[in-house]
């Protein structure tokens, strides 16, 4: 709740900010969030993910990561408020959240791995869709603190956004001392019925997570790439002309549904198996694309909202539910950093590759802004479109080989 306490009030409103007011261009606005997750995924998959396999310690990391990315955090706008030159003070901000980020993927991996580490196989969809609806309540509440601050004069060059982060930070590591440290030594016993694509040999478990992962990606890449420039469309003066308040109730509408949808994941995929609900989720997500690029009323918009919510929280319990089952315990955390790989750079990258460029170029071209970014959110749609079908295709050649193995057996 804490976590995403902060990344409400932190996040929603910087892209505003460096586009209104330290003057970068829409490309420009989404390396905040495209170069520090290039970082969190290097740093994930290749120093912290080892090393908490290593040694086994999960509590230690979070917490560790936390109270120096919250150091950090503060330094970052010192720094950026000690330049008088507004542009290079963007990028100060976008190099030193970079550094930041290489302390904060400490506790990105550690929690990944401890909840498979303390919950079976079974549970760990019910878990992940709690603890995704419960950050739904501290993402209202940031955004809401965060609205009202930017809007009043107090937001990032003053610096109340970034000092109230990093006490967030400092504080969300007192709840981590009550909990387990994790480890292969507190892993639960597995239930292997749960495991809907429990299939014999390494090779084929390792064919089945790489297509996994890169469907999974495309689904991210595909929904995320809007998530820079969502608040800049809503903010357009062209467009609807929302101002920060506005833009919190809209994005807390999101919050909401994934406090809502976040209990019941554990019974969709119950209901459904893990599969069909991140194929389910996944529909959501298009329709919510497609819905927020065909709106011309505010109340459509807040629609498409509740359903990005939907789509994020039901992908968000069910993939994780499927890599876990795939994943092997011994590996747990670096094969976690490859599957955070898949969120963490769809929240900037595809900012940076997809609907950045497409915006500023059809800018370039002439085209009116709010037909640009709506262009945008419709090629977003198509590109979570591309990894569902990759996704269906899988589901289909194993359901193929199982009815063969089935067979093979009878006789």
């Given at each position: 709740m804490l976590?995403?306490?902060r990344?409400?009030?932190?996040?929603t409103?910087?892209?505003?900010?460096?586009?209104?007011?330290?003057?970068?261009?829409?490309?420009?606005?989404?390396?905040?969030?495209?170069?520090?997750m290039?970082?969190?995924?290097?740093?994930?998959n290749?120093v912290?993910?080892?090393?908490s396999?290593?040694l086994?310690?999960?509590?230690?990391?979070i917490?560790?990561?936390?109270?120096?990315?919250g150091?950090?955090?503060?330094?970052?706008w010192?720094v950026?408020?000690?330049?008088?030159?507004?542009y290079i003070?963007?990028?100060?901000?976008?190099?030193?959240?970079m550094i930041?980020e290489i302390?904060?993927?400490?506790s990105?991996?550690a929690?990944?791995?401890l909840?498979?580490?303390?919950?079976p196989?079974?549970?760990?969809?019910?878990?992940?869709?709690r603890?995704?609806g419960?950050?739904?309540?501290?993402r209202?509440l940031?955004?809401?603190?965060?609205?009202?601050?930017?809007?009043y004069?107090?937001?990032?060059?003053?610096g109340?956004?970034?000092?109230?982060a990093a006490?967030v930070?400092?504080?969300s590591?007192?709840?981590?001392?009550l909990t387990?440290?994790?480890?292969?030594h507190h892993?639960?016993?597995?239930?292997?019925?749960?495991?809907?694509l429990?299939?014999?040999?390494?090779?084929?478990?390792?064919?089945?997570?790489?297509?996994?992962i890169?469907?999974l990606?495309l689904?991210n890449?595909g929904r995320?790439?809007i998530?820079?420039?969502?608040s800049?469309?809503?903010?357009?003066?062209t467009?609807f002309?929302?101002?920060?308040?506005?833009i919190?109730?809209i994005a807390?509408?999101?919050?909401?549904?994934?406090?809502?949808?976040?209990?019941?994941?554990?019974?969709?995929?119950?209901?459904?198996?893990?599969?069909?609900?991140?194929?389910?989720?996944s529909?959501?997500?298009i329709?919510?694309?497609i819905?927020?690029?065909?709106a011309?009323?505010l109340s459509?918009i807040f629609?498409g909202?509740?359903?990005?919510?939907?789509?994020?929280?039901i992908?968000y319990?069910?993939?994780y539910?499927?890599?876990?089952?795939l994943?092997?315990?011994?590996?747990?955390?670096?094969?976690?950093?490859?599957?955070n790989?898949?969120?963490f750079?769809?929240?900037?990258?595809?900012?940076?590759?997809i609907?950045?460029p497409m915006?500023?170029?059809?800018?370039?071209?002439g085209?009116?802004?709010?037909?640009a970014?709506?262009a945008?959110?419709?090629?977003?749609?198509?590109?979570?479109?591309?990894g569902l079908v990759i996704f269906i295709s899988l589901?289909?050649?194993?359901s193929?080989k199982?009815?063969?193995?089935?067979?093979?057996?009878?006789?």
């Amino acid at each position: 709740m804490l976590a995403m306490f902060r990344r409400g009030l932190f996040y929603t409103f910087l892209s505003i900010y460096f586009l209104t007011f330290l003057h970068l261009t829409i490309t420009e606005t989404t390396l905040y969030a495209t170069l520090p997750m290039i970082v969190s995924v290097i740093f994930q998959n290749f120093v912290w993910g080892p090393l908490s396999d290593k040694l086994q310690r999960r509590r230690t990391l979070i917490i560790l990561g936390e109270i120096l990315a919250g150091i950090g955090t503060i330094l970052v706008w010192l720094v950026h408020y000690a330049i008088s030159d507004l542009y290079i003070a963007g990028y100060v901000i976008i190099i030193g959240l970079m550094i930041v980020e290489i302390f904060w993927s400490m506790s990105n991996i550690a929690w990944s791995a401890l909840i498979s580490d303390l919950y079976p196989s079974s549970e760990r969809s019910k878990i992940m869709g709690r603890l995704t609806g419960l950050g739904g309540i501290g993402r209202i509440l940031g955004i809401s603190i965060g609205g009202i601050l930017y809007n009043y004069g107090f937001g990032f060059r003053e610096g109340p956004l970034f000092i109230v982060a990093a006490l967030v930070m400092f504080i969300s590591t007192f709840p981590m001392l009550l909990t387990s440290e994790g480890g292969i030594h507190h892993q639960v016993e597995i239930n292997e019925k749960d495991n809907e694509l429990n299939n014999s040999g390494n090779e084929f478990y390792k064919n089945i997570f790489i297509i996994f992962i890169i469907s999974l990606l495309l689904i991210n890449f595909g929904r995320n790439s809007i998530s820079v420039p969502y608040s800049q469309y809503l903010n357009l003066e062209t467009g609807f002309a929302a101002d920060s308040i506005m833009i919190s109730w809209i994005a807390n509408t999101r919050s909401i549904s994934v406090l809502l949808i976040g209990f019941s994941a554990a019974f969709l995929s119950k209901k459904l198996g893990h599969s069909r609900t991140l194929i389910l989720g996944s529909l959501i997500a298009i329709s919510a694309l497609i819905i927020t690029a065909v709106a011309t009323d505010l109340s459509i918009i807040f629609l498409g909202s509740f359903l990005i919510g939907t789509g994020e929280v039901i992908i968000y319990a069910s993939s994780y539910a499927i890599a876990s089952n795939l994943i092997p315990e011994e590996i747990r955390a670096r094969l976690f950093g490859v599957y955070n790989t898949t969120f963490f750079l769809s929240w900037g990258l595809a900012c940076t590759l997809i609907s950045g460029p497409m915006i500023d170029a059809l800018l370039s071209a002439g085209v009116l802004k709010t037909l640009a970014y709506q262009a945008a959110f419709l090629l977003g749609a198509l590109i979570t479109l591309f990894g569902l079908v990759i996704f269906i295709s899988l589901e289909i050649i194993l359901s193929i080989k199982k009815k063969a193995r089935s067979k093979n057996n009878v006789i």
